[in-house]
């Protein structure tokens, strides 16, 4: 119906679309964010997802604008109604279906992700040029129209991004997330019906009021049974149970078992993070041969390794005084140390932390012993020796920004691979500049490089960009089973060559603590690599500027031919 026919502005109505443009404008944007980070944790690589679907949603909004300029102006106000609602909807069941898609046609998901990505930014785009005509139909002034729509429409954009970043993503899954956002559309459909009915100019109220009560029923159910259906989703993609799981600020956690064959897996974002079976080798690799090159390493620097099974193998070295462990998510932590069988496999690594969550500052007071343990349910060897321990929740490469006063004879790089820009950085040369300030003249650094087979440019760029920055890299790698063949560099600043270092350890007689899987014989087989194996036409130091590490791993690595 139309409104022009009006001798004066419905009273409040301008309140009214106030306080629908800043919802929408809320909402909208928070919607946007929860596609985008969903199709990050399906398919990795988050500025891509978030550029991509974000520029969907865009030409959506445009497409829109343009549908609306050919529509007349009969019933607008049901048709805002209706956008609504169906906002509501394709909202807040988006990532259950998204999710479904992925694991009952994995295949063809990305139909389906793209199906509510375009729907919801073609229904975003309906928005503000509904709420104009009718702002125009009651001959509001252009001041006030502008007011209205645009500003309280920003305003509402950047109150949902404060809202989405500091409570929603801290706090809810994203399908929980989706039908909090959604009530939101709701609550404007609903407030602009009984405005409108209380007024008498609205046609039809049955029926509209059936409509809500039938959405209204729809998003209570997948309000109230999203968790539910999530878990049941989720199971598909892993062969073994679900024992824990929860979405953390930064990443999403799963923990399977076997009871068959007592196997733990650790799953971050659905990736393999470790298997019980077979971590000993990984973490193995990982340590002894650093210790072995860096014998008189007394103070430890860990990045990542929030699991704590690095921590437990280097808590076999009496040598070692203090380690201090960076990893940037406190819920990693928190479940690597009450978990039960998560702290059987680490031996209780964290058993004596004193762990600062999210420091203002590195010197930030109020660090607490044992924060997270709360029940001694894990088997450990209490009368093993185990170092200083403080734990900084923060990204690595802040806490070096942060400038630490110490300096470390020895670090442990345990992080992800680079599969994202976040990561990406971790692998830099800006970043191994950085942390170079902070090395002793004789320290000596092991990382986690990616597989030297299945990742190779990546794996190789990650040996150049630290040569770049000035160490030695002494490439090594074993295979692991969970993984494949895995790769590893050795990393120090001091003038040893690296086939001076290469020969050391290989004439290595024992390890100077007790090793679960690693020998000397292994080690020194580990620095032989095949012909071309170290060779790549496609070469590339990673920076700040240009991450070319990232577009290796993410364009070039795990290609079935």
Not at 11 to 25: D, E, N, Q, V
Not at 142 to 163: Q, S
Not at 269 to 293: I, K
């Amino acid at each position: 119906m139309r409104f022009c026919n009006m001798d004066h502005t419905p009273r409040y109505l301008p309140i009214l679309l106030a306080f629908c443009m800043f919802t929408t404008g809320a909402s909208g944007l928070v919607n946007e964010y929860v596609l985008a980070t969903i199709t990050t944790y399906i398919l990795g690589n988050s500025i891509e997802q978030f550029s991509i679907v974000i520029a969907c949603m865009m030409l959506m909004m445009g497409v829109s604008g343009f549908v609306q300029s050919k529509m007349s102006d009969q019933n607008l106000l049901q048709k805002f109604i209706a956008v609504e609602v169906l906002m509501a909807l394709l909202g807040g069941f988006a990532p259950l279906a998204i999710y479904s898609a992925y694991g009952y046609l994995e295949n063809h998901f990305q139909f389906v992700h793209y199906f509510f990505v375009l729907s919801v930014g073609f229904l975003i785009g309906f928005e503000i040029p509904l709420v104009m005509r009718i702002i125009e139909q009651n001959k509001i002034n252009l001041r006030v129209n502008l007011t209205l729509v645009y500003g309280m429409d920003y305003v509402g954009a950047f109150i949902g991004a404060l809202i989405w970043v500091n409570y929603l993503l801290k706090n809810f899954p994203l399908t929980e997330i989706s039908f909090i956002v959604a009530g939101f559309n709701f609550i404007v459909a609903i407030l602009t019906i009984i405005y409108f009915m209380t007024r008498k100019i609205i046609s039809r109220p049955l029926i509209h009021c059936v409509a809500l009560l039938v959405t209204a029923v729809a998003l209570i159910w997948g309000f109230v049974s999203n968790r539910d259906i999530s878990n049941l989703l989720e199971q598909r993609f892993y062969d073994d149970p679900i024992v824990y799981k929860e979405t953390t600020r930064y990443q999403h956690l799963v923990i399977t078992h076997s009871n068959i064959t007592d196997d733990t897996r650790l799953y971050i974002n659905g990736n393999t993070q470790f298997s019980s079976l077979d971590e000993e080798r990984y973490h193995d690799f990982l340590v002894h041969p650093l210790m072995a090159a860096a014998p008189d390493a007394k103070n430890i620097l860990v990045l990542g390794g929030g699991d704590g099974l690095a921590l437990r193998e280097l808590n076999k070295y009496p040598s070692i005084e203090s380690v201090t462990l960076v990893d940037l998510d406190p819920e990693m932590v928190k479940v690597a140390s009450t978990h039960p069988r998560l702290r059987e496999i680490n031996n209780d690594a964290f058993r004596n932390a004193k762990v600062i969550i999210e420091p203002a500052s590195l010197d930030e007071p109020g660090s607490h012993s044992g924060l997270f343990l709360y029940e001694d349910t894990a088997t450990v060897d209490d009368s093993e020796y185990v170092a200083s321990l403080v734990v900084y929740n923060i990204d690595a490469d802040q806490f070096l920004r942060q400038k630490p006063k110490q300096q470390w004879d020895a670090v442990v790089i345990d992080l992800p691979d680079p599969s994202s820009i976040e990561l990406s950085k971790l692998y830099s040369k800006q970043f191994y500049q950085m942390l170079r300030l902070y090395l002793t003249d004789d320290a000596v650094i092991s990382m986690q490089s990616t597989s030297p087979y299945h990742a190779k440019e990546a794996y190789l760029s990650i040996g150049a960009t630290m040569r770049a920055a000035g160490f030695n890299a002494l490439p090594y790698r074993q295979n692991i089973p969970s993984f494949g063949d895995w790769g590893y560099y050795l990393a120090w600043v001091d003038n040893k060559t690296e086939a001076e270092v290469k020969a050391t350890l290989s004439r290595l007689e024992n390890f100077e603590v007790e090793t679960s899987f690693i020998t000397p014989e292994l080690l020194a087989a580990s620095f032989s690599f095949g012909k071309g194996e170290l060779h790549t036409d496609t070469l590339c130091v990673n920076t700040l500027m240009q991450p070319c590490l990232l577009t290796h791993y993410v364009d070039r690595s795990w290609i079935v031919e």
